[in-house]
């Protein structure tokens, strides 16, 4: 069982930069693999980036790519997201996630996620 909670949220203006974190519980942090997923109002939950554990590799979706990178502590049992270069079209409710599959796809395979944190960007 894994309990996550995210923090850093906030109203920023267009080209500001936002750290997202993400304190998990549990003592097998470093078998999960964590994500970031997001959620604009009337649109579907969407990845934005993972951290895999089984060979520590990230992979981000292409809106973000280049702006955002994930990390994370396993002495910490953190996770974070720096945003960078924020846009109007990155507010979301954004949400993180934890599997303990190597390479999950899709939020249908992280059983575990908190509870949110609102990031807007002013234009």
């Known amino acids: 069982q894994m309990q996550l909670v995210e923090s850093g949220g906030g109203l920023v203006q267009a080209g500001a930069s936002l750290r997202l974190s993400c304190a998990a519980s549990g003592r097998t942090f470093s078998g999960y693999s964590m994500a970031w997923f997001r959620q604009a109002p009337g649109k579907e939950r969407e990845f934005v980036a993972v951290?895999?554990?089984?060979?520590?590799?990230?992979y981000y979706a292409d809106s973000v790519k280049g702006r955002f990178t994930i990390s994370r502590d396993n002495a910490k049992n953190m996770v974070y997201l720096q945003m960078n270069n924020l846009k109007p079209e990155d507010t979301a409710v954004y949400f993180c996630a934890a599997s303990r599959s190597r390479y999950p796809s899709g939020p249908t395979n992280y059983p575990y996620w908190g509870q949110g944190t609102q990031v807007t960007v002013s234009s």
């Open positions: 951290f895999y554990w089984s060979d520590t590799s990230t």
